[in-house]
């Protein structure tokens, strides 16, 4: 999941802290997860990454194998 957080960042230009800003998630969060020491996080939380790197959660927190 890490990955496709941090892939959709750099698309949408937005560094750890601007995504952290618009989220309202943390900044040292973003960067657990990105990093994939964190593998588990609220629902809250995948939905306030995803609607501010403006993708579905779908997209960065699930796999096409699931």
Known sequence: MGFKIKEAREKE????AELA???GVSQNLIA????????????????KISKALNVKV??????DDV
């Open 13 to 16: 230009n937005l560094s750890q």
């Open 32 to 47: 657990r997860l990105e990093s994939g020491s964190l593998t588990n996080t609220t629902t809250d939380t995948l939905f």
């Open 21 to 23: 800003r618009k989220s």
């Open 58 to 63: 779908e997209q960065i927190f699930f796999t």
